[in-house]
Structures are given as structure tokens and as C-alpha cells.
């Protein structure tokens, strides 16, 4: 750390808002971060209540053959993480003690388990629409909020590893979802602005891996599939994208089967809401301390 320039995260941990872990992106959180995600959590169920929104919960790891079958791993293998687990005997335990004290690599027993960490909060959620079978008329509204893991260890603290992400998720015909999307474009935008943070919104693509993926990030662009409301927060230049919005077409719909009332294959749209990236944005422009930030941006956030 630099004494005289302390970076954001450096700001941070000092003050105590973020716990170091000894891992880049991978953080503890003081209560008093915790009481400005709480206060955004609220004011994001506000906004979306009138919705008719059914609230599911997954735990931060799902189920690794329907995340094999997501396709996930053709988009994005360099973010995702599994969970591996000791498969061995008695030798191989001894084996493995003594790797570690050794110094040496321990993980040749270990094997992968049934569960990956989840990449993305609507990720498990199409799969256990499409069990139900076909949506009722007006299609499903979905409120998620989950951990997930994103390998992407980094020093800026808007990049985590571990984060956690509100979403809603609308699932149905194309004119309710585009119209969903677009509601919640307008509706996020006029929320961050009630914040009073500085931001505005532009297309978006997603990190998708190797040469291939180059193609993918561009027809994503061109189709206007991805568009993020973006705040500046570790510098002007490179704003950080807070929430975002997703338009999926008839992609999880055909892949896990989802079918809407009249049989059709189903669109799915999702917002997404950076619950870390929101909370330290406001820390950046109202200061560490939350009794000395503007009288209505508490008072939207209800601290
Ligand atoms: P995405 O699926 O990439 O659009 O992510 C949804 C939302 O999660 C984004 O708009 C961000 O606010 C947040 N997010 C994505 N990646 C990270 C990360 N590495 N650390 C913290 N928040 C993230
Ligand atoms: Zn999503």
C-alpha cells in the first residue's frame, strides 16, 4: 500500500468497510457496508413490487451437469469455478498431509464434486421453470439474489470474485420481455440518479473467451442484446458497469425447454444489480462516512 496515494480499496479496507483476505477480489464486508446493501436491497424491492415478482433463492452453487448444459463453459471458462473435494483412502489422506506440510501441490485426489459455484444469479432458475411446464398467459417474473463467482482476481474492489447480484428475471413472450427490459432501463437509471451518482447507459458485451468469443461480443453489440448502466468509480475513463440489462432472445428458452402459454418457446430478459459495486460507488462519491452523505440519498436508501 502507498502511504501518501492510498488507491479506493486501499480507502476501504483502512476504514475498515472491506476486510482483507489475503486474495484479490475476495473480501470481508463491515456491517456498515453491509447497512448500504441492505438499504439498496430494499429500495431495488420497492421499485420492482408492483411486478407480481415470485422471490427464489439459490444457495452460491448449483448444480454442475445443468451448469455443463448451460453452456457456460464454451462463453466464459476462464471465470467459471468448481468445487473439488477429497476423493481418497487412508494412504492417500497420509499422502496428502504430507503434501501439504512439504509445501507441495496436494490436489491429486481431489475430485470434482456435483457442485460448481454459481456464475451468474439467474443461472440455476431456467432449468427449474422449465420443469414446472408451460408458463401461465402473462409469462413469470422471477427476484434473485445470490452469490457468484467470477475468477477474476483484480485490485480494483468493484472487481470481486465473490460478489453478490439482485436480479429480476422476466420470462414469457418477446413483447413482454423487451417491454420488461425497457422499463427497467428507464427504472435503473432514474434510481442511480436518486442516488446521485453520476452515470449513463451504453450497449455492453459480455467477456466472452478466445477468438470465437470475439465474434460472439460482437454480434451480442450489434443485436443490442447487453446494455449496463455504467458509473464512474475507479476512474473517469473506465466507468464501472452497476447494473445491466439482458436480453436473451429465445436462448435458455430453447435450451432448457421453456414453452409459453400458446407453446411457443419462451424469451427471457434479466436486470442485474452489482450489490458491491453499487454500495462502494456510493462510498466513492458521498464519502466513507454514511451520516455525512446527502439528506435524500439516505432517505431513498431508508439508512
Ligand atoms: P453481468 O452478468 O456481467 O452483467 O453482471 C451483472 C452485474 O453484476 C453487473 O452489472 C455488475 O454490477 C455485477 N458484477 C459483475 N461482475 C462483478 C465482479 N467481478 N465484482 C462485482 N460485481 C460484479
Ligand atoms: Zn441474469
Known amino acids: 500500500m502507498c502511504e501518501a496515494c492510498p488507491t479506493l480499496l486501499d480507502k476501504l479496507i483502512r476504514a475498515g468497510l472491506l476486510i482483507e483476505t489475503g486474495v484479490d477480489g475476495l473480501y470481508g464486508r463491515s456491517g456498515e457496508f453491509e447497512r448500504i446493501v441492505d438499504g439498496f436491497d430494499r429500495l431495488v424491492s420497492r421499485l420492482g413490487q408492483g411486478d407480481g415478482a415470485e422471490v427464489v433463492r439459490f444457495p452460491p452453487g448449483m448444480n454442475r451437469a445443468l451448469f455443463e448444459k448451460s453452456g457456460y463453459l464454451k462463453s466464459f471458462p476462464q471465470l467459471a469455478g468448481t468445487v473439488h473435494a477429497f476423493s481418497g483412502d ?3 489422506h497420509a499422502a496428502l498431509v504430507a503434501h501439504l506440510e512439504a509445501g507441495e501441490d ?3 485426489d481431489q475430485k470434482m464434486t456435483d457442485v460448481v459455484l454459481t456464475p451468474a444469479a439467474c443461472y440455476p432458475l431456467y432449468p427449474t421453470v422449465a420443469r414446472r411446464g408451460p ?3 402473462d409469462g ?15 485490485r480494483e474492489p468493484t472487481r470481486m ?8 428475471v422476466r420470462i414469457g413472450a418477446p413483447d413482454q420481455v423487451v417491454a420488461f427490459r425497457a422499463m427497467w432501463l428507464e427504472r435503473g437509471k432514474k434510481m442511480i440518479e436518486t442516488l446521485r451518482l453520476p452515470c449513463h447507459v451504453d450497449l455492453a458485451n459480455d467477456p466472452f473467451f478466445g477468438r470465437a468469443g470475439r465474434v460472439m461480443a460482437s454480434s451480442q453489440r450489434d443485436l443490442g442484446l447487453k446494455f449496463e ?14 447494473l445491466s440489462f439482458n436480453y ?12 409459453t402459454a400458446s407453446g411457443e418457446t419462451a424469451h427471457t430478459a434479466c436486470v442485474g444489480f452489482g450489490m ?9 462519491h458521498h464519502g466513507l462516512d454514511i451520516a455525512a452523505w446527502p439528506r435524500e440519498v439516505r432517505d431513498a436508501l431508508a439508512l
Not at 276 to 284: C, N
Open 161 to 168: 470474485q465473490m460478489f453478490r447480484m439482485r436480479e429480476y
Open 90 to 92: 487412508d494412504r492417500r
Open 248 to 259: 436473451h432472445q429465445e436462448h435458455f428458452g430453447a435450451l432448457w425447454g421453456i414453452r
Open 229 to 242: 448502466l455504467l458509473v464512474p468509480v475507479n476512474s473517469d475513463e473506465n466507468p464501472t458497469a452497476c
Open 276 to 284: 458491491e459495486r453499487v454500495t462502494i460507488a456510493l462510498l466513492k
Open 140 to 154: 413469470l417474473v422471477f427476484d434473485l439474489n445470490s452469490y457468484c463467482f467470477r475468477h477474476e482476481p483484480s
Open 106 to 108: 496436494w490436489s491429486g
Open 135 to 137: 408458463l401461465p398467459a
